[in-house]
């Protein structure tokens, strides 16, 4: 007997086919090509979506033109981003560049207010030095100019 209720008279039941009949959507292209090597590109696909951008940022870095492209099914796919990878390792060569100088040009400001410093630093301390030696030259008992004049008298009277 049959299990099936709805056709009683039937003993073979037809079951879908194991293929895949889905169109891949979910997939996406990543073509590489260098100026050193135009006519061999390199043509990398994944499904995964960051998968797709870390190798076309690798491949960018590189110093490859990279076109990421996105599967829409039967073969056919959308530009989904380009990406310039001699461009941008000129712009991050010019970026860094730009940071040395500014590094360098801070250093030297840096140098030149440190010399600053020690100069003022400097006439301080000669100016610490030369009100020393004047309030110790002010607080000593003036010399005897002429030792063999002595004072007859001191103010007064008798």
Avoid at 106 to 116: G, K, S, V
Wanted: charged share 35%.
């Amino acid at each position: 007997m049959n299990r099936n209720s709805k056709h009683p008279g039937r003993t073979h039941r037809r079951k879908a086919s194991a293929t895949d009949r889905t169109h891949n959507r979910s997939g996406y292209r990543i073509t590489g090509s260098w100026d050193q090597r135009p006519d061999r590109p390199a043509i990398r696909s994944t499904p995964d979506r960051k998968a797709a951008r870390r190798i076309a940022r690798q491949m960018a870095e590189e110093g490859a033109f990279v076109i990421v492209e996105e599967h829409l099914g039967h073969s056919a796919f959308r530009t989904l981003y380009e990406l310039d990878g001699p461009a941008l390792l000129a712009e991050r060569a010019a970026a860094e560049q730009a940071a040395a100088e500014a590094a360098e040009r801070a250093r030297a400001f840096e140098l030149h207010q440190a010399a600053a410093a020690e100069a003022v630093r400097l006439e301080r301390d000669r100016r610490d030095r030369d009100a020393a030696r004047y309030a110790r030259a002010l607080m000593a008992a003036p010399p005897n100019t002429r030792p063999d004049r002595r004072a007859r008298h001191t103010a007064g009277g008798r």
